[in-house]
C-alpha cells in the first residue's frame, strides 16, 4: 500500500512539473558521425552537468538550448565510445557549433548498453557478463517466432523449438536450467515491463496442440536492441523473477529522427520438408507376414504395417477396396505443402527536438508446411517521447498485436495428429487417396473416411482440415515513464505498465471422427494481466576526487491477473453446425488466479577514476503467493549482488597490442518460483456434474499442499575477462560462472499409491558450472572488403546435488512410448533420458531368450540412464563479409553432448518402415549375441514372418532409440545488395537494399536418421524426447528494404 | 527538498508492509476449504466403478480376453496375445489410487474429525476393502496401510504390504464394519446411491464380499477360507437381486458414464470370444450378451491377428463373428448401464461352492440353482426383458448340477455370470482353473504361452517408490506377468 500511495501522487507531480518551460538563450549545434563519415542517428548529447541534452538527427545533425556559459558536451551512442568536447562557451542568443567524431567503442569499453531496468551503463563498468544483440539480427531471420533468433548468437543461451512450425513456442535457456521442475524460462522485459510468457499449451504423453508462447507477439521489425542479462548480478534488480537470466528488449523509437521518415520493408520465404532427413526404407510393402493385402480389410488393417512383400508395382488391393500399383509413394512429401511467410512493415517516423516518435505497422502472413496450419499477426507499434530541455523527459510505448492461428500443430499420440498418420503408412500406401469428398478427409456418409480399422489411425486430411484448433490473441504492451531530473545529479522516475492479452482459442473434434463419433468442441477466452510500476529515486554525481557515484532506491510492484473461462462438450443437435451452442452437453468454467509481488530495490554504484567500478544491489519481495492465514515461515526474501570491474588497461602498463583489457568479478543471490497462487493448502471443489440428483466433489488437484514453501534461491558467482586486441581486430570475452539453486520448489516423487500425483517441497538443489567464450575478430579490413567472423560457445556443466528427502528421483516426462522417462537423478546431470535398457552378458553382447517360435527375444535391462537431454556442449559461429556494396553472412550453430529418444524411430521400427528392417526380409535375419539360458554365444535367424515380431519387442527397448542429438548446421545465410549511394541519390529512397535469407538449409553432422536432432515436444523441462511432430523444414527467401 | 525525498525514500525501503491483502489474494475464490463429506462418498461410488481408462485397459483389454469372453485381433488388444503393453497392464494401480484409494482416506478422515456415526464409517470402510480387493487381486502385494494418505499422514513412498497381510486386515475391516451397521438409514442417505442409505443392504453386502474374500483363500490357505466363509454366511450375505451392490450409470459426463459403455462406443475391435459364445450356446443370456455376426452367432477365437486368423480359419471379415449386444436400450454395451461390483447370483455360487467344502448348508445343487436363476434374471437391469422362467427351467433340466463335477460347473456359471465384471471373473479363475481355458501362444507373447496370472505395477514405482517396489518385487516375484499373487499359489 505504501507504495502504491507513493507512486500515485509522485506520477501526478511529475506530469505536472512537465509543463513548465525554462527558458533558452543560447544554442549549441553540431554534427555526429563515424569515423567512415557515416551520420550517426539518434546519439546523445549530453551538456554536462545541466541536465540538458538532445539527440541527433537522420542527418546525425543536433541542436541544444542553454543558458550563457561555457561548458562540456559530451556525445553517447550505443556501440561508441562517448566523446567529450570542452571549453564550448554559448552566449545568449549566439550558436557554438560542437562536432563529434564518434570511435567504435570496443576499443575502450565505453559503449553504451542497456542493463536492468532499462539503465545505460559503459560496458567498462560492467561487473558481469551482458550481450547485446542488435534487433537487425532478429529481424532479417524471418521467423514468426523471432527469438528463435538468438540461437547460436549469444555464449551461454540454449533456443530450443518446438516441431510444431512457425506457431510453436520456444525455449530459451540461459546458463543452464535453474530449477528442477519450475519454469527455467527468462524473464523477458519490453520496453521496462515485465511481460507474461506462458506456454499456452503443449504436447504431453496423450497428444496435444502446442498453443504457442508469450515472446511470439513481439515483433522483430520493431526491435531496436536484445540485452541477455545471464547471470545472477546482471539481473539481481528483478530479485525473485531474474534466477533464469532476464532478456530486455527495447524497441525502436523515433530518437534521432530529423523531419519525417517512412521506411517499408518486405520480405517472402518458402519453407519445405527437409527431405535430406528422411530415410524409410521405400522396398517393401503394406502388409505383414511378406505378404500383400489380399482382401480390403486386409488392406486397412495392414496400412501402418510394412511387413508385406517386396514392391513389384503390381495391382493390389488397396485401403478404399480400389486397386492401384503394389510400389513405393512418398507420402510425406505429398501430404505436406511448401509453407510460405510474408511480412510487410512500414515504419513511419518523426522527430524534432522536444517530441519524436515512431509508429509503424507489421503484417506477418504464415503458412506452414501442415496443410490448414497458417497463421496471421498484425502489429502495431507508437513509441513516443519528448524531452524538455533534458530536464523532462516523458516516454509512452504503445504495441497492439492481433494474432490469428488456424491449425495449431499437433503433436505426440496419434488422434488429431495428423504427422503421426502421415509418417506411419506403408511405403505402399498412397495418401492422396484419402483426401475424400471435400479434401479433408470426409466421407461419402459425411463422417471421416476410415483408413484403418484402429479409429486412433486419424486420416491425416481429416485431421488437418476438419480439426480445428483455432487461437487469436489480442494483446497490448503499454507503458509510460516520466523522468525528473531534479538537479543535474538527482532524479525521480516513475513507471507503469500493463501486459493484457485475450485469447480465444476454438478447437473442434467434428461429428463423425472415427473415435469420438459424436464430436465435441470447445471456446476458451484467457485474460491475462500484468500491471507493473516502478518508482525511483537516483543519484548520479561525483563524491570526491575521482570518486563518484550512480545509485538509487525503489519501490516496485507486481500484479498478475490471470482468468480464463470457456465452455465446451460433446454431441452436436445438429450433426454439421459447428458452434458450442449447437452441443447437447455442455460445461462451462471460469478460472481465476491473482498475484502479485511487492519490492523495495537499491542500486549503489561507485566508480574510481574510471578504471575501478563496484556496484552493489538490494532488493526484498514480498509475494502474495507465500502469503497464508497463520503461516509462520516468512512470505518475503532479500536478493543481493555486488559486482566489480578493474580496468587493467587503464591501470597497468600493457603490451602495445592490448587496446582494452577488463577484469570482473561478481557474487549474487538470486530467485523464482512460489509463483502459483492458493497453492499453500488442500482445496476441495464441487465437480460440475451431479449424479441421480447428488451433489458430486472432492479434492482439488493432484498434488499434495505444502504450508512453508518459499521460494527457490540461486547464488551466484561470476569471473570475467573482456580483451581487445591489435586495434580491436582480435576481441576475447570470457567468462566462468559457478552458481547453486538451493530451496528449489519440487513436486517430489510420489508414489501413485500415495493417492496423489506429486508433492511439494523446498528440496531441490541444482550445481551450475560453466565457461562461455565469445572470440571475434575482423581478419580482412579494408575499404572494399571486410569479413567479421565471432565463435561463441559455452559449456555448461549442470549437477542435480539433491532432489527430495531421499534424495529420489524425479521424473519430468513420459513419451507415449512409455518405455523411457526424463528424470532426475541426484549426482548426474540435468534431465536425463532414463529407459528401458539391454540386459548384456558380462562381454556386453545382448542376452537373448529364444521363444517358442524361435525368435530371439532381447532380455530388458531394466531402467537405465541412457544419456542427457540438454545439451551441455553449444556453439555458434557467425561470419559477415561485406565486399564493396554486397554482403554475405551466415551463421553455423551447434550443439553437443546431449541423446535424443526417438519415437517416430521406435514406431518406425516395429511397423517396418524404418530402413534398419530391411535387413532379412528375403532370407531371416541373423541376430548374434548372448543366449541367456546357456550363457553361451549363440546366433539366431529371424525367418522374414517373424521379422515383426522381433522388432516389435525390440522396440519395447529405449536403448535401442536413444541417439546422439550432436548436430553442426548451417542455420542462417544471408546474401545481401546494398544499392550504391550514386543510384539511390537519382531515386526517391534515401537506401535500398535486397537480400536472399535461407535457414535451416543443411545439417553438417547429425546421428540421427528420420528427425531432427532436437525435435522438442514442448517447452518444458522433459528435453530429449521426440514423438511424431512435424518434420523438420528448410526455408529460404528474399527481403528488401527501402527508406525514404 | 533532496533531503526530504531521500529520507523519504530511505523509509520505502524500510517499509515492511508490502504485502497488504497478500493473505485475502491468495485465498482461491473458486475452492472450498472443506466440503460435505457426502459429496465426496457419492463421488467415490463412481470413480470406483470406474473410469474409461481403466475399463478399457484392465478390465477389457487384458481381462476380458485373458478370460476369454472377448477376443480381439487388434495388436493392442495385448491380453488377447499374452503380449505386454505396460501402462494398459498398469491401468488399475496407475489409476485407483488416486481416484479411489485418496478419496476414500479422506472421507474417512472427514468422518472421524467430524465425529460422524459409526455406520458410515463402516460403509466408507466396505468401500476401501473393495477399493482394495480389486488392486490386491490384480497386482499382488500392493501399497495398502500406508496408502492414500499422502496429505494426511505425509506418506509419499507408502510401503507394500503382503496380500496375505491385506487380505486379512481387509476381512477384520468387512467383520468390524458388519458388526457397526443396525438397520434403518445410514447418514449419507440417498447420497449412497447404490443402497440408498439402507444399513441392512451394506451389512448383507459387506457379509457377502467376506465370503468373496474368505473363498479366495482355498487354495492357499483352507483353514482360513472356511473359517471366515463360515463367518460370513453366519452373519448373512444377500438374499435376492435386490441386495445386488451395483452402480446406476447415466451419460451426463465421463465420471456418470459406465467406463465400459464408453469404450464400447470408442472401440468396436472386440468381439465374443468363440470360448464363451461355445459355452452360452443353448443358454438364454446368449442374445442378451451378444448380437450376431453377418451368419449368425459365431464366435472369434483368441489369440490371432487378421493374418493369422484368415490363415488359421479362412476367415477375413471381422463381421461375421459375434459382438457384444450393442442394441440401444436393452444391450448391454451402453454408456449408462449398470456396473456391478458384486452380484447375489455370484454370493449364491460361493455359497454353492463352500457347500462342496462342506462349509455351508450342504445343499450345492439349490445355490447352483438359485445362482443360476438370479444371474439370468438380474439381466433385466440391463434394461431388456426379464428372461423368462421356463426359459430358465429349461436350462437348468438341460443343464443340471452334477455334483461329480461340481466345483467346475459353479466355476462355469461364475465365468458367466461375472461377464463384463471382468476383475472378478478373472480372480475367480485363478483360484479355481475353471472354466478350463485353452492358452494360446500367439508370436511375441511374454508369458511362454500361459494365461497371464497378475498384472504389472505402475511403471512410475519403479523411479518414484523404488525401495518398496524393489522390496515387493523381491518377496513376491517379477514384475511381469506370470508371477502368481500369493492366493493363486
Known amino acids: 500500500m505504501i507504495i502504491k500511495h507513493i507512486l500515485r501522487p509522485a506520477a501526478l507531480l511529475l506530469m505536472l512539473v512537465g509543463f513548465v518551460v525554462a527558458q533558452d538563450t543560447g544554442t549549441i549545434y553540431g554534427n555526429v558521425s563515424a569515423e567512415d563519415g557515416a551520420p550517426l542517428i539518434g546519439a546523445n548529447i549530453i551538456v554536462v552537468g545541466t541536465g540538458d541534452g538532445g539527440t541527433s538527427d537522420n542527418n546525425g545533425f543536433y541542436e541544444i538550448k542553454v543558458a550563457p556559459g561555457t561548458y562540456s558536451v559530451r556525445a553517447e551512442y550505443i556501440g561508441f565510445a562517448s566523446n567529450t568536447v570542452d571549453n564550448i562557451t554559448v552566449a545568449a542568443g549566439q550558436t557554438s557549433q560542437a562536432d563529434f567524431t564518434m570511435t567504435t567503442a570496443t576499443l575502450s569499453g565505453e559503449e553504451v548498453v542497456v542493463t536492468a531496468l532499462g539503465i545505460q551503463q559503459k560496458t567498462k563498468a560492467l561487473g558481469f557478463s551482458l550481450t547485446e544483440v542488435k534487433g537487425e539480427e532478429l529481424s532479417l531471420i524471418k521467423e514468426p517466432n523471432a527469438i528463435e533468433a538468438l540461437q547460436g548468437k549469444v555464449a551461454g543461451v540454449n533456443v530450443t523449438t518446438n516441431a510444431t512450425g512457425g506457431a510453436g513456442t520456444s525455449r530459451v535457456i540461459i546458463r543452464g536450467n535453474s530449477s528442477l521442475t519450475g519454469d527455467n524460462q527468462p524473464l523477458y522485459v519490453v520496453d521496462g515491463i515485465p511481460i507474461g510468457n506462458r506456454n499456452e499449451g503443449s504436447a504431453g504423453m496423450w497428444g496435444g496442440a502446442d498453443g504457442g508462447d508469450g515472446i511470439s507477439s513481439i515483433n522483430a521489425d520493431d526491435v531496436e536492441s536484445v540485452s541477455v542479462l545471464k547471470g545472477g548480478a546482471a539481473s539481481a534488480l528483478y530479485g525473485s523473477k531474474a534466477s533464469n537470466g532476464v532478456i530486455i528488449i527495447k524497441t525502436k523509437s523515433g530518437r534521432g529522427q530529423k523531419g519525417l521518415g517512412l521506411e517499408y520493408s518486405s520480405s517472402t520465404t518458402y519453407r519445405s520438408l527437409d527431405e535430406g532427413l528422411l530415410d524409410y526404407q521405400s522396398e517393401y510393402g503394406s502388409g505383414r507376414g511378406g505378404a500383400k493385402p489380399t482382401t480390403q480389410s486386409e488392406a486397412l488393417d495392414n496400412i501402418a504395417y510394412a511387413w508385406g512383400a517386396k514392391m513389384d508395382g503390381s495391382q493390389v488391393i488397396q485401403w478404399d477396396g480400389s486397386t492401384g500399383p503394389y510400389s513405393n509413394h512418398n507420402n510425406l512429401k505429398s501430404f505436406y505443402r511448401t509453407g510460405k511467410t510474408s511480412v510487410n512493415t512500414v515504419a513511419l517516423s518523426n522527430g524534432g527536438q522536444v517530441l519524436n516518435y515512431r509508429f509503424s505497422a507489421t503484417n506477418l502472413d504464415h503458412d506452414d508446411i501442415m496443410p490448414g496450419a497458417d497463421m496471421n499477426r498484425k502489429s502495431f507499434s507508437l513509441n513516443a517521447n519528448a524531452d524538455h530541455d533534458g530536464k523532462i523527459q516523458a516516454q509512452i510505448n504503445v504495441k497492439y498485436i492481433d494474432e490469428d492461428v488456424n491449425g495449431r500443430v499437433s503433436m505426440s499420440d496419434s488422434p488429431k495428429n495428423a504427422n503421426y498418420s502421415a509418417a506411419t503408412f506403408a511405403p505402399t500406401v498412397d495418401v492422396t487417396t484419402m483426401t475424400g469428398v471435400d479434401g479433408a478427409g470426409r466421407g461419402e456418409d459425411g463422417k471421416e473416411l476410415r483408413i484403418s480399422t484402429s479409429p486412433y489411425t486419424t486420416n491425416p486430411y481429416w485431421a488437418a482440415h476438419s480439426y480445428i484448433n483455432t487461437t487469436r490473441k489480442h494483446r497490448f504492451i503499454n507503458s509510460v515513464s516520466l523522468r525528473y531530473n531534479v538537479m543535474d545529479w538527482l532524479y525521480l522516475k ?436 548372448t543366449d541367456a539360458a546357456t550363457g553361451a554365444a549363440g546366433s539366431w535367424t529371424v525367418s522374414p514372418e517373424n521379422l515383426r515380431f522381433y522388432y516389435s519387442h525390440l522396440s519395447e527397448i529405449a536403448e535401442q532409440f536413444v541417439y546422439d542429438s550432436d548436430y553442426l548446421r548451417l542455420t542462417n545465410l544471408r546474401f545481401g545488395y546494398q544499392l550504391p549511394r550514386s543510384i539511390v541519390e537519382k531515386t526517391p529512397f534515401q537506401s535500398a537494399s535486397v537480400s536472399f535469407i535461407a535457414r535451416n538449409l543443411f545439417y553438417l553432422t547429425k546421428n540421427v536418421d528420420n528427425i531432427a536432432p532436437e525435435a522438442a515436444y514442448n517447452a518444458g523441462n522433459a528435453q530429449g524426447l521426440e514423438y511424431y511432430g512435424l518434420p523438420q523444414t528448410k526455408s529460404y527467401g528474399f527481403s528488401f528494404n527501402v527508406k525514404f | 527538498m533532496k533531503k526530504r525525498i531521500i529520507i523519504l525514500s530511505t523509509f520505502a525501503l524500510l517499509a515492511t508492509s508490502c504485502d497488504d491483502g497478500f493473505e485475502k489474494m491468495n485465498t482461491n475464490p473458486a475452492a472450498a476449504s472443506q466440503i460435505d463429506v457426502g459429496y465426496k ?403 511375441g507373447n511374454v508369458t511362454n504361452g500361459t494365461i497371464p496370472r497378475r498384472m504389472i505395477y505402475a511403471t512410475g514405482e519403479r523411479s518414484r517408490n523404488k525401495k518398496n517396489y524393489d522390496e515387493a518385487v523381491a518377496r513376491q516375484g517379477a514384475d511381469n506377468l506370470t508371477t502368481r499373487v500369493w492366493w493363486d499359489k
Open chain 1, 494 to 929: 516513475g513507471r507503469a505498465g500493463l501486459d493484457h492479452f485475450t485469447i480465444n482459442s476454438q478447437w473442434l473434434t467434428p461429428f463423425g471422427t472415427a473415435y469420438s463419433s459424436a464430436g465435441s468442441m470447445g471456446e476458451t477466452e484467457k485474460r491475462l494481466s500484468i500491471l507493473d510500476m516502478e518508482f525511483i529515486v537516483g543519484v548520479d554525481r561525483d563524491l570526491m576526487a575521482g570518486l563518484s557515484t550512480n545509485s538509487f532506491v525503489g519501490v516496485t510492484r507486481n500484479n498478475v491477473l490471470d482468468e480464463s473461462l470457456g465452455v465446451s462438450g460433446s454431441g452436436f443437435v445438429l450433426p454439421g453446425i459447428n458452434h458450442v451452442n449447437n452441443l447437447k452437453n455442455k460445461d462451462g468454467w471460469f478460472g481465476y488466479n491473482e498475484k502479485e509481488v511487492g519490492s523495495v530495490i537499491g542500486s549503489m554504484g561507485l566508480s574510481y577514476n574510471s578504471f575501478a567500478y563496484v556496484t552493489a544491489t538490494a532488493r526484498k519481495d514480498w509475494f502474495s503467493t507465500l502469503s497464508f492465514p497463520n503461516k509462520k515461515s516468512p512470505n518475503n526474501d532479500l536478493y543481493t549482488s555486488v559486482s566489480t570491474s578493474l580496468v587493467l588497461s587503464e591501470l597497468l602498463s600493457l603490451p602495445a597490442a592490448v587496446d582494452f583489457a577488463k577484469v570482473r568479478f561478481a557474487v549474487s543471490t538470486v530467485a523464482g518460483g512460489a509463483s502459483n497462487p492458493y497453492a499453500l493448502s488442500l482445496s476441495y471443489k464441487l465437480w460440475d456434474t451431479q449424479h441421480l440428483g447428488q451433489i458430486m466433489g472432492g479434492i482439488n488437484g493432484s498434488t499434495i499442499p505444502k504450508l512453508d514453501l518459499v521460494p527457490l534461491s540461486k547464488g551466484e558467482t561470476e569471473i570475467g575477462l573482456d580483451l581487445r586486441l591489435f586495434e580491436s581486430r582480435l576481441n576475447i570475452d570470457l567468462a566462468y560462472y559457478s552458481n547453486k539453486t538451493t530451496n528449489d520448489i519440487v513436486g517430489v516423487g510420489t508414489s501413485q499409491a500415495s493417492g496423489f500425483g506429486s508433492a511439494s517441497d523446498n528440496l531441490g538443489q541444482i550445481e551450475n558450472k560453466g565457461f562461455e567464450f565469445l572470440i571475434s575478430g575482423t581478419p580482412i579490413q579494408t575499404k572494399e572488403l571486410t569479413w567479421n567472423v565471432s565463435l561463441n560457445g559455452a559449456k555448461n556443466e549442470g549437477t542435480v546435488v539433491k532432489t527430495n528427502d531421499i534424495d529420489g528421483n524425479i521424473g519430468l516426462g513420459t513419451p507415449r512410448t512409455r518405455n523411457i522417462q526424463v528424470i532426475h537423478i541426484v549426482g548426474e546431470s540435468y534431465g536425463l533420458l532414463y529407459g528401458q535398457s539391454f540386459k548384456r552378458a558380462d562381454d556386453g553382447s545382448i542376452l537373448y531368450d529364444v521363444d517358442a517360435n524361435g525368435i530371439p527375444r532381447a532380455q530388458k535391462g531394466g531402467y537405465k540412464i541412457l544419456g542427457e537431454g540438454v545439451p551441455p556442449l553449444t556453439i555458434g559461429i557467425s561470419n559477415n563479409i561485406r565486399y564493396k556494396n554486397f554482403s554475405l553472412g551466415f551463421l553455423i550453430d551447434g550443439k553437443f553432448g546431449a541423446k535424443i529418444f526417438s519415437g517416430t524411430n521406435t514406431t518406425a521400427y516395429w511397423r517396418g518402415l524404418h530402413k534398419d528392417t530391411l535387413e532379412g526380409r528375403e532370407s531371416g535375419l541373423k541376430v548374434s549375441g
Open chain 2, 41 to 443: 462418498f457419492t463421488s467415490l461410488l463412481l470413480e470406483t466403478s470406474a473410469n474409461r481408462y481403466v475399463a478399457w485397459r484392465a478390465n477389457l483389454i487384458y481381462g476380458s480376453t485373458m478370460i476369454q469372453h472377448f477376443a480381439a485381433t487388434a495388436g493392442y488388444w495385448t491380453g488377447d496375445k499374452y503380449t505386454l503393453n505396460e501402462g494398459y497392464s498398469a491401468s488399475l494401480m496407475d489409476t485407483y489410487y488416486q481416484g479411489c484409494a485418496k478419496v476414500v482416506q479422506d472421507i474417512l478422515n472427514q468422518l472421524d474429525q467430524e465425529e460422524k456415526p459409526d455406520e458410515m464409517k463402516a460403509i466408507a470402510r466396505i468401500m476401501r476393502v473393495f477399493i482394495y480387493h480389486r488392486l490386491t487381486d490384480m497386482h499382488g502385494d500392493i501399497p495398502y496401510s500406508e496408502a492414500g494418505k499422502g496429505y494426511s499422514d505425509g506418506i509419499l513412498q507408502p510401503k507394500y504390504d503382503t496380500q496375505e497381510s491385506i487380505y486379512m486386515d481387509m476381512l477384520k475391516e468387512l467383520d468390524e464394519s458388519a458388526a457397526a451397521l443396525g438397520s434403518g438409514t445410514s447418514g449419507f442417505g440417498a447420497q449412497d446411491f447404490m443402497y440408498n442409505g439402507d444399513q441392512a443392504k451394506w451389512k448383507r453386502f459387506a457379509y457377502s464380499m467376506m465370503l468373496r474374500l474368505g473363498m479366495r483363500m482355498t487354495k492357499v490357505n483352507a483353514g482360513e477360507a472356511e473359517k471366515w466363509v463360515k463367518k460370513a454366511i453366519a452373519g448373512g450375505v444377500m438374499t435376492s437381486n435386490d441386495d445386488i451392490a451395483y452402480i446406476i450409470h447415466t451419460t451426463e459426463s465421463g465420471l456418470n458414464k459406465n467406463g465400459n459403455g464408453e469404450v464400447f462406443s470408442a472401440d468396436g475391435n472386440m468381439r465374443m470370444s468363440k470360448t464363451f459364445i461355445d459355452f452360452l450356446t443353448g443358454d438364454p443370456r446368449l442374445d442378451v450378451y451378444a448380437q450376431p455376426g453377418a451368419g449368425g452367432h459365431k464366435g472369434l477365437p483368441n489369440g490371432y491377428d487378421s493374418g493369422t486368423l484368415k490363415a488359421a480359419t479362412g476367415e477375413s471379415n471381422l463381421d461375421n463373428y459375434s459382438q457384444p449386444n450393442r442394441s440401444s436400450g436393452t444391450g448391454i454395451t451402453g454408456e449408462d448401464d449398470p456396473m456391478f461390483f458384486q452380484t447375489y447370483a455370484e454370493v449364491e455360487f460361493l455359497l454353492a461352492e463352500a457347500a462342496v467344502h462342506g462349509w455351508g448348508d450342504g445343499d450345492a445343487a439349490g445355490h447352483y440353482n438359485k445362482g443360476v436363476t438370479a444371474a439370468m434374471k438380474y439381466l433385466s437391469l440391463y434394461g431388456g426383458t426379464e428372461i423368462a422362467d421356463a426359459d430358465i427351467t429349461a436350462y437348468l433340466i438341460a443343464n443340471p448340477y452334477d455334483a461329480s463335477k461340481g466345483l467346475e460347473m459353479i466355476g462355469e456359471q461364475v465365468w458367466a455370470a461375472t461377464f463384463l465384471n471382468e476383475y472378478e471373473s478373472y480372480a475367480n479363475w485363478r483360484r479355481t482353473g475353471f472354466p478350463t481355458l485353452t492358452p494360446v501362444n500367439f508370436p
